[in-house]
Protein backbone atom coordinates (compact mmCIF):
# COMPACT_ATOMS: atom_id res chain seq x y z
CA UNK A 1 0.00 0.00 0.00
CA UNK A 2 1.58 3.32 -0.70
CA UNK A 3 1.30 6.37 1.17
CA UNK A 4 -0.30 9.14 -0.66
CA UNK A 5 1.35 12.80 1.23
CA UNK A 6 -1.03 15.09 -1.01
CA UNK A 7 -2.68 17.40 2.00
CA UNK A 8 -5.63 17.81 1.01
CA UNK A 9 -8.83 17.47 3.21
CA UNK A 10 -9.31 18.78 6.74
CA UNK A 11 -5.86 19.49 7.49
CA UNK A 12 -4.24 20.39 3.72
CA UNK A 13 -4.31 23.72 2.45
CA UNK A 14 -7.69 24.43 1.09
CA UNK A 15 -8.17 27.07 -2.04
CA UNK A 16 -8.56 30.30 -0.15
CA UNK A 17 -5.05 29.45 2.10
CA UNK A 18 -1.48 29.94 0.98
CA UNK A 19 0.71 27.13 1.24
CA UNK A 20 1.84 26.60 4.30
CA UNK A 21 -0.07 29.18 5.66
CA UNK A 22 -3.55 30.47 6.85
CA UNK A 23 -3.80 33.48 4.65
CA UNK A 24 -5.22 36.73 4.98
CA UNK A 25 -7.37 37.60 8.22
CA UNK A 26 -10.43 39.10 7.80
CA UNK A 27 -10.63 42.67 9.10
CA UNK A 28 -13.60 44.65 10.95
CA UNK A 29 -13.52 48.54 9.72
CA UNK A 30 -14.14 50.12 13.60
CA UNK A 31 -14.13 53.91 14.81
CA UNK A 32 -13.15 53.59 18.69
CA UNK A 33 -10.48 54.90 20.83
CA UNK A 34 -8.02 52.61 22.77
CA UNK A 35 -9.08 52.40 26.83
CA UNK A 36 -6.11 52.66 28.05
CA UNK A 37 -3.65 55.45 25.75
CA UNK A 38 -6.36 57.09 23.50
CA UNK A 39 -4.86 55.85 20.42
CA UNK A 40 -7.75 56.05 17.30
CA UNK A 41 -8.38 52.30 16.24
CA UNK A 42 -9.60 51.94 13.00
CA UNK A 43 -9.58 47.57 11.94
CA UNK A 44 -9.78 44.51 14.44
CA UNK A 45 -9.55 41.33 13.08
CA UNK A 46 -12.32 40.53 14.78
CA UNK A 47 -16.17 41.55 15.33
CA UNK A 48 -16.25 43.60 17.89
CA UNK A 49 -18.77 42.98 20.67
CA UNK A 50 -21.07 46.15 20.70
CA UNK A 51 -21.22 46.50 24.55
CA UNK A 52 -17.33 45.98 24.83
CA UNK A 53 -16.27 48.76 22.31
CA UNK A 54 -15.29 50.82 25.72
CA UNK A 55 -12.69 48.09 26.78
CA UNK A 56 -10.39 47.48 23.52
CA UNK A 57 -6.85 48.35 23.26
CA UNK A 58 -4.88 49.11 20.64
CA UNK A 59 -2.00 46.67 19.30
CA UNK A 60 0.51 48.44 21.44
CA UNK A 61 -1.34 48.47 24.89
CA UNK A 62 -2.25 45.01 24.09
CA UNK A 63 1.09 44.05 23.49
CA UNK A 64 1.98 45.70 26.64
CA UNK A 65 -0.55 44.04 28.61
CA UNK A 66 -0.21 40.15 27.29
CA UNK A 67 3.86 40.71 27.78
CA UNK A 68 2.88 41.68 31.46
CA UNK A 69 1.22 38.27 31.69
CA UNK A 70 5.07 36.37 30.73
CA UNK A 71 6.80 37.35 33.39
Request: proline content about 7%.
Amino acid sequence: MAFDNQQTGRFGPSDNQQAGGFGPKKMYDVDVQCSKCGAKITQLPFEPDPSRLSQLLCKDCHRARAQSFRR
